[in-house]
T-cell receptor, first 112, second 115 residues
Framework: DAGITQSPRHKVTETGTPVTLRCHQTENHRYMYWYRQDPGHGLRLIHY???????DKGEVSDGYSVSRSKTEDFLLTLESATSSQTSVYFC???????????FGPGTRLTVT | GNSVTQMEGPVTLSEEAFLTINCTYTATGYPSLFWYVQYPGEGLQLLLK?????DKGSNKGFEATYRKETTSFHLEKGSVQVSDSAVYFC??????????????FGQGTRLTINP
């Protein structure tokens, strides 16, 4: 199994509070991705990174920001959480020019 | 934009039955196509892939053929087992910056196999 961990694994927070989710890899892969999983929508890309300090928006980036200060860590921040951001968040990694993405175990976030 | 449509679930079959899960896509260019599987409480795992038209991906008894003329990538297995119970996602890749591959997923199909 690819070395990907996500923290926390579960979080309950209140509307309007900031939240940061962490993805950590031990594989030294170049690319990292954040997806959210919602019933009826499959997974949708939020943001991705193509190198340290290099990031780009995905399909559903509004309300989210990301940072990658070193190869192994990719942070997803909800500046002011809303109930519509209640979801399961998955991080994925891939090597250069590889089509296969390896997924982490996910973080279940509930915004009340 | 690019999109993927999967057959509605849930799908319930008996052990040793034949499985088909339909997947069609809309895309510009020639994306790579994937099937991912998600077991309860886990992340997604790549099941199989095809990178060009007429390619057949296969793994663990599952197969799917990249059909450009029908824009389809249907998943099949000849004899399912209880251990195949999971959620299956069809996906395509679209290019991002500097070689990144952004995945576009279908909505997922929940499969339950009864003994």
């Amino acid at each position: 199994d690819a070395g990907i961990t996500q923290s926390p694994r579960h979080k309950v927070t209140e509307t309007g509070t900031p939240v940061t989710l962490r993805c950590h890899q031990t594989e030294n892969h170049r690319y990292m991705y954040w997806y959210r999983q919602d019933p009826g929508h499959g997974l949708r890309l939020i943001h991705y990174s193509y190198g340290v300090k290099d990031t780009d928006k995905g399909e559903v980036s509004d309300g989210y920001s990301v940072s990658r200060s070193k190869t192994e860590d990719f942070l997803l921040t909800l500046e002011s959480a809303t109930s519509s951001q209640t979801s399961v968040y998955f991080c994925a990694i891939s090597e250069s020019y590889s089509y296969e993405q390896y997924f982490g175990p996910g973080t279940r976030l509930t915004v009340t | 934009g690019n999109s993927v449509t999967q057959m509605e679930g849930p799908v319930t079959l008996s052990e040793e039955a034949f499985l088909t899960i339909n997947c069609t896509y809309t895309a510009t260019g020639y994306p790579s196509l994937f099937w991912y599987v998600q077991y309860p409480g886990e992340g997604l795992q790549l099941l199989l892939k095809a990178t060009k038209a007429d390619d057949k991906g296969s793994n663990k008894g599952f197969e799917a053929t990249y059909r450009k003329e029908t824009t389809s990538f249907h998943l099949e297995k000849g004899s399912v087992q209880v251990s195949d119970s999971a959620v299956y996602f069809c996906a395509l890749s679209q290019g991002g910056i500097q070689g990144a591959q952004k995945l576009v997923f279908g909505q997922g199909t929940r499969l339950t196999i009864n003994p």
